[in-house]
Structures are given as structure tokens and as C-alpha cells.
């Protein structure tokens, strides 16, 4: 059982050359159908030989798989659109130093991408050459305030990119994301950044609960619970000083929210119990004075704003 | 990737800020309202999140680096959403445009040489030395020189330093650089910087001009490297929240003084509201009434109850009410006195300069938060420390920070004007320092 059993694959093209690939993905995976020997052309690339855009762009997924970052920027519901272009990522590039980006890219490639691209070649004993000496554009620009300004540029340039990928993507990037941070084994990890984590679920959870309660977002608050069961909501006071406030496992973001599940027919859901597409069963409440119920949802085929719609 | 995060609380005391817990709630609450300005048709301004980033900033239980953090996502979200809002440059992240993001000014190392403070002997006639600090690489030594009238014309905009020269006892020969400083009329007051340091066996360190002996610094006394014996540092006993809107009420008095441009308003109404809601202030704090009763004495419009106004506020009202003031007392005085670290920051007050444009003292700082080069037109700067002076006939004085420059290393020269200055030549000083975390009291013997 995984958080994107809910998901159904999802595709879009992408720049890649003088024409356009397909990228897809599907069962938390990205795949490149157009390069089926992924890994044989990284190698290929980061002994100098050119790297499609396809691959550099599996890379930066890959090394945005656990990035909080993209929640930030990233949608807070179907509704909330977010646009880049590919010729805006286009122009951002070319202003970045020249060999900038492959070199931090290949500098981190080994450890990061390969499980996330699914590989259709040769699986053993790849490794990505370093860059002799490490003599590149970076350790040239000397000052380290320098390279940690470019070093931030490029990620934003980065971060914009798996943007562009659309809004399928970018719910499905989201909830790899929150699935990385949410597991047992990040408990000291998700203490220590409680504050951003509030804010990541609350800026989402607040807009399911306004279209599920007619709440004011402004007037929710998230915290991220840890231990059994799938946490606790309490509504408080009435008119202006209507209050909600709830404590939700990370894991909701990655199975609920971005499977498109937040709000079904009314009902607010607060836990998947059985992931699956295009039926599944999810704990969820009726009204703000109920109490959890289980409950199967169907995928209705639709999206809206990239979300999968579902009904009961 | 991982995810990246700068660190919680403000530059001073940082850890002790996050450990008690107000980080947490201010980084919450900046990330909630940023959530709240992504918001379409949102009733909160992007700006409003950047000057609540100011804010907390400001009262040091956010650090620079996590604000702009914080701001710049939001900043990224708000462009990918196709909303470029118009925006105002806040009074931090502007006066910070030049430093690299994350910058801590004159930061000190996670190795720290030990400073010697070596404090300045009796006075002689001609040149006065506050004091000399001896620094990993370079003795900073804050200065008056007096320049023989043969040395030039004392209408010049500038001293005739190309023509000084350093030397020790033993014929080494120094690189001489001088920092900030004030002319007049042949007398220049700032700080003498010797590259490099003096080997330990030195005896003394002089300038010396083409006309003979500058100056001399005798190496040979008794290093004072830490504070006087009479400094006790403790834990504040006020909210970071209280603290800020003391800094706050500070800047007022020093508008009223009118030696600054102080905006009259100062927005206080939003730094209590955001200190309130980031749980860096109680709304039952007495504080506010005091700020009330400061505005309302200084003719400012004022809501709420008002309550008792702080003597040594006070007195510095007072001073400036009169209708003749005492002129300033005019001469070089030695201090040479290294204060406890407080809130990460090493302070040693070297002296202090007297004379028709105020009083002023002297100091060799490092760890500081991020400050600009040159102090800008407006308020008086907020550098994390609120500043008090007594003097030996009890009259209460206001440090106003005046600038800063480089000493070519991690430290930095800093310069704090008295408000009132002061009158007499007093014997001894009574230092009040309290930053967000800590606070210092401290006597010091002041040798004219």
C-alpha cells in the first residue's frame, strides 16, 4: 500500500533537443520513454558527452524528491494555478554561468537519481565521474557568498522547471515530496522543522476546510501530528471568531490531498484506509459536528486543475 | 536535494531564543501569514509578511537568514501565480541590499583569538590613546591625534596620515590604517589600525609623523582581558518583545533629542500587534502602557492606558527640555575595558571623545547582526542592544549607535553617541547593556 495507489499515470512533453518528449509518470515513478537506456546516457553525460533535457530533467526531480521547497511554491488546491513557461526556464538558464548547472547536477547524481528512473538498460555499476579536480565554473568563481548565491539561482531555476511540468506533475511532485518527510524513520527530522511543516499543511488543509465547512483559511490551523490514528479536528466559536484547528499526519498531504481526495461530495477526508484507482475507501466527515466515517470513493475519470475529482 | 533551512532564531542568543521556544512560534506565524498572502483576493499584502519578517528580525528571535528565506518563497510563489505585487523594500532587507544573504557582520569564528585590551596609561600632553586591543593579526588602537600645525593646514578635508608611520620598540615597522574618524581642526579622533600585530616581547608601539612622535602605546601593561571586575552579565528578564519595543521607545527619545530623523510614528502599532501575534509579547505587558505615556509626553497620538514613564527616560527628556543646555565636556578619555560576550557579540569599550558635537564612545566589536557601512538618513539603528550610561553624578545617558566601520577583520569599530553628552568629566561610567537574550552591567573607571 503506497501513498500514490490513488494516482492514475499521469503524461506531459517536454522540450527536449529540437523537439518534444514524453514524460511520464506513473506508480511514483518517472519514466522517459523516449530514452529507454536512462541510465546509460547519464553516464554518457557526465563523462562530457551531451545530456538530453529529458535526463537532466529526471535528475532534478530526483534531487527535488525530498525538497520542502516545492511545497512552497507549489499548489495549494485545483483551484490555486500555478504557470511556468519553458521559454521562461529557457532564459533563466542561459543567464546562469556556463556549465554551472551540469556540474552541481553530475556532483549529486549518483546518490540521488537512479531510483527514481525506472530503467529499461544495464542496472549495475553505474557511477558518475566526478569532475576532475572539481576545477569547474564553480570553484572558480572563488568567493563562497558567490557560489551560494548561484548555487540558490539554480535551484530556483530548478524548482521552476519541475513547475513547468504542469499541474498533474506538480500535485504528483508534491506528494513525493510530503511521502519522503512523512515516513517513521524522519520523526527528529519533522521536530525540528515543525513551524514549516505547520505551514505546509495548514496553507492546504485551510482551503478543503473552507470548501467543506465554509471555514475562513485564515481562521485554520495545522500542526502535524505524530503517533496513531489520523489526528484530531476542532471547530470553535461561531461567526468572525469561527476557529478551526486540526493536527494531521504529514503522510495526509501525499495520500489525500494530492490524490485530489481532500473534499469528496461534501465530506472532509481525513484518512485513505484502502489506497486504490479508481475505487477506494477513505475515513471521512460529513459535517463539522460528525465524527469520522469510513467510506468508498470513486475516481469520477475527470480532472480539475490537475487533481483527480472523485465522488462517493 | 535535501530540503535547505537557515536557522531559527535571531543572531543574538539564538539558541537560547529557539530553546525557549519563542523561534518556533515566530517562524510559525511567518510562514501562516506568508500562506495567508498566496491566498487570491487575500486580505493580507505580501508586504505586510515582509515587514513582519522586519519585525521579528528585529527582536531577535528570527534570524536574518530564515526570514529572507521564508520571504523569498513566498516571493517565488507569488511569481509562479502571475502576481507581481508592487512592492516596498522593508527598512532591514533594504539597508542589508549589499551584504550576501546570510551575512553576519564582523561574525566571529568558531575559533575566537583572544583579544588583549590593553588599557591606555596617564595622560601626556598631545595625542590620547583610549586604548589598545590586540586582535589575531592587527592592534586597534582608538585614538586622538594632535597634528603639529606645521603638518598642514588644519582646514584640510583630510589629516596628512601618508605621511605617519608605525614602529615598535625593537624597529619593526607597521602598516598604519585608519578608520572612520572625525577632523577638526587638527585634531583627528578615530581608530589607529597596526598591521600586524606586535610580536609579544614589544615594548611599546608608536606613530610617528615627519615631525617626531605621534603617539605612544606602552605594551607593557597589565593585559585586561576580561571585563572589569565589576561587571555582572545575567539573563533578560523581559520578553524578546519587550525588548524591541524598548529599542523602540529609545529611537523616540533620540527623535526628540533631534539629533535624528526619527519617523514619528515608527509603526509601533504594527511591531506590538506582530510581537503579539508571534507570542514574542503579552498583550498584558507593561510596556505598552509605558510606550503610551512616552508618546503622549512627546505629543505623539496615543491609544491606551498610560502608565509610569522609566526615570532615565525621563531624564533624557529633561535634558533636552531645558531651555540652556550644559555644553559638552571636551577632551579624550580611556576606558580599556572588555565586556563579557553578550548574545554572541565580544564588545570592548575602548574610551570615549568628547566635544562640541556630542559625546561618544569608543568600541572594538565583533558578532554583531548585519549593520550597514554608513548610518542612513532615519531612525537610529536597532543592532539588537539597548544602551545606558550613568555617570559619577548619577545623570542617565542613552547610547544611540552613530556607525560602524571595518577594522579589516572580523571586528569592527563602532561608535555610540551619549544623549545627553556629557557635561563633566566624569570618573567613572555605569554601562547598561541588554541585548535579546542577555544583559550586562558594568563600572568603569574613565581616565581624562
Known sequence: ?312 | MHSERASGAGEHGADELAGSGYGERAETYLRLLAEAALRPAADVHSDEVRRAADILVDAGVLSYELATQIVAGMQLALRVRGRTEARTATRRLRRLVHYPPGQQTFKLGGQQHPWRVLPAGPATPGSRLMALITTANRAIAPVTLYFPPDAGPPESGTPPFASLTGTDDQGTSYRLGFGDGTWTGGAWTGPVIFLPAPPATARWLAIISPHGQLLRADLAATPRRDASPRAAIEPATESPGERLLARKAEALLASYTKSYAVDRDLGLAEVAAVLERAGALSPLSPVHARLTALKQLLGLPADGPAGQIPARWMAVIAAYGRRRRPAPVAGTAAIGAGLPELDGARLVIAGLHSGGSGTFLHLVVAGLGPLPARRPDGPPWDAGFSWWVRDDLGGWHLGVFEDVSPAGGPEGLLRIALLPPLSHPTSSLTVEIAGATQQVTADLPVKW
Do not use: N
Open chain 1, 1 to 312: 500500500m503506497s501513498w500514490f495507489d490513488s494516482l492514475p499515470a499521469a503524461e506531459t512533453a517536454v522540450p527536449c533537443g529540437t523537439g518534444t518528449h514524453t514524460v511520464r509518470w506513473e506508480g511514483g515513478l518517472l519514466t522517459l520513454p523516449a530514452h529507454p537506456d536512462a541510465e546509460a546516457e547519464l553516464v554518457l553525460g557526465a563523462l562530457g558527452g551531451e545530456r538530453p533535457a529529458c535526463i537532466a530533467l529526471a535528475q532534478t526531480w530526483a534531487g527535488h524528491a525530498d525538497d520542502l521547497a516545492v511545497l512552497t511554491a507549489g499548489p495549494r488546491s485545483a483551484a490555486d494555478r500555478v504557470s511556468v513557461d519553458w521559454s521562461e526556464i529557457a532564459e533563466l538558464r542561459a543567464k546562469l554561468p556556463s556549465g554551472l548547472a551540469q556540474m552541481t547536477s553530475m556532483l549529486r547524481m549518483s546518490a540521488t537519481v537512479t531510483p527514481f528512473i525506472r530503467h529499461s538498460g544495464p542496472q549495475a555499476g553505474t557511477q558518475a565521474a566526478q569532475p576532475a579536480g572539481h576545477s569547474g565554473p564553480v570553484s572558480r568563481l572563488g568567493a563562497a557568498g558567490m557560489e551560494e548565491v548561484l548555487r540558490r539561482q539554480l535551484r530556483q531555476v530548478e524548482l521552476l522547471e519541475l513547475l513547468a511540468l504542469g499541474a498533474e506533475f506538480q500535485f504528483r511532485l508534491a506528494g513525493t515530496v510530503t511521502a519522503a518527510w512523512a515516513g517513521p524513520d524522519r520523526a527528529a527530522e519533522r521536530a525540528r522543522r515543525r513551524p514549516e511543516l505547520s505551514g505546509v499543511l495548514t496553507g492546504r488543509f485551510a482551503l478543503a476546510a473552507r470548501d467543506w465547512a465554509g471555514v475562513d483559511p485564515d481562521a485554520v490551523t495545522v500542526t502535524p501530528h505524530e503517533g496513531d490514528g489520523w489526528g484530531t479536528l476542532e471547530i470553535s466559536g461561531t461567526g468572525r471568531s469561527r476557529r478551526l484547528r486540526a493536527a494531521l499526519p504529514l503522510g495526509w498531504l501525499a495520500e489525500v490531498w494530492a490524490g485530489g481526495l481532500a473534499v469528496v461530495d461534501g465530506h472532509l477526508v481525513v484518512a485513505v484506509e484502502q489506497p486504490g484507482y479508481p475505487l477506494a475507501r477513505v475515513l471521512a466527515i460529513a459535517a463539522p459536528d460528525a465524527e469520522p466515517t469510513s467510506v468508498e470513493v470513486r475516481a469520477t475519470g475527470s480532472l480539475a486543475g490537475g487533481l483527480m475529482t472523485w465522488t462517493l
